[in-house]
Structure formats: C-alpha cells, structure tokens
C-alpha cells in the first residue's frame, strides 16, 4: 500500500472553447523554454519514444528546494483528459535524501460555457515507505507541491489555449 506525500489540485479558467484544445496535443508540444516559463522551479522539458510508440514526457524541476526527475508514461490520452504516470521519479528531499517516488499528474478540461473551460491539474506523489512518508511531512512536500501547482497551473492553462489558438 503507498503512502501519499503529496496530493493536490490546482484550477485555471481558460477562455476558448474546450473543443478547440487538445491536451495530449499540448503536453508533448511543450518544450523547454515553455515549460521554464511556466514556474520558477522548473529547469527542463522534453519527450523520448517508448518502446512500443508511446512517448514519455521528461520533466525536470526544484519543488519548495526538493529536485525531481519524472519520466512520465500516458495512461489516458484523450483530447480533454490526460493522466500520465512516472512509476519511478527521482527525488531528492531536500537535495540530500535519494528516493524513488511515484507521480500521477492528471489533467482535465472541464466545460463551463461555450467558450470558456477549466484547466484542472492534479498531482499525486507516492511511496511505499512510511519512513519517507514521515520525512516528507517533516519536509512540508505537500504543501511546497502545492504552492508549486498553484504558480505553475495559470501558465499551463495560458500555454495550452495558446496552442489552441494556432492550431485553429
């Protein structure tokens, strides 16, 4: 059973309709100097094909001074909706302490008018270990993977109708 060190979610409105955007178009468009844009923390951006012709998102980031490595795999990808999985992010709490964590990031577009939508972004970081569990909340993850959704959401949401809007 995993334990959860972080577990947040963090809203944006866009104004565009949600037929017009493409999430699983965007999350592979983005590149490094996007993705830098996007939030203080983060430091690089990229995609690699997986075997069988998937690609993986790479992302690289410092959150609330905690280093991780994600390599993310699509689970669900869908214009609307995409839940992408790195079974084993490297983390560094605190730059010192190496662990190997699992993050969900989830991402909806959620209707609400003709020509308006939320851009839903959930986060959730686990481990199997209660004494990582216990460093983290000592550590505060959730709430720096918080406050690090809370600044990086608004930019996704800018970055994805951007796309959007020259895709059209």
């Not at 844009?37 to 094909?49: K, Y």
């Not at 699992?102 to 970081?125: A, G, N, Q, Y």
Request: net charge negative.
């Amino acid at each position: 059973m995993p334990y959860v060190l972080a577990d947040v979610v963090s809203e944006a409105d866009i104004h565009a309709p949600v037929a017009d955007l493409d999430l699983g178009r965007w999350v592979y468009a983005m590149g490094d100097r996007e993705y830098q844009r996007c939030a203080r923390g983060h430091i690089a951006a990229g995609s690699s094909p997986l075997p069988g012709g998937a690609r993986a998102s790479i992302n690289v980031e410092i959150v609330g001074g905690h280093l991780l490595v994600q390599h993310y795999e699509p689970e669900l990808l869908q214009p609307h909706h995409i839940r992408m999985v790195s079974h084993a992010s490297n983390m560094w709490i605190f730059r010192v302490f190496p662990a190997r964590v699992r993050v969900i990031w989830e991402i909806t577009l959620v209707p609400k008018s003709d020509d308006r939508c939320t851009f839903r972004d959930h986060i959730r970081v686990e481990h199997g270990s209660r004494f990582l569990w216990l460093l983290s909340k000592l550590a505060l993850i959730n709430w720096v993977v918080q406050r690090h959704d809370d600044e990086e959401t608004p930019h996704f949401a800018a970055s994805c109708a951007e796309l959007g809007r020259q895709v059209q």
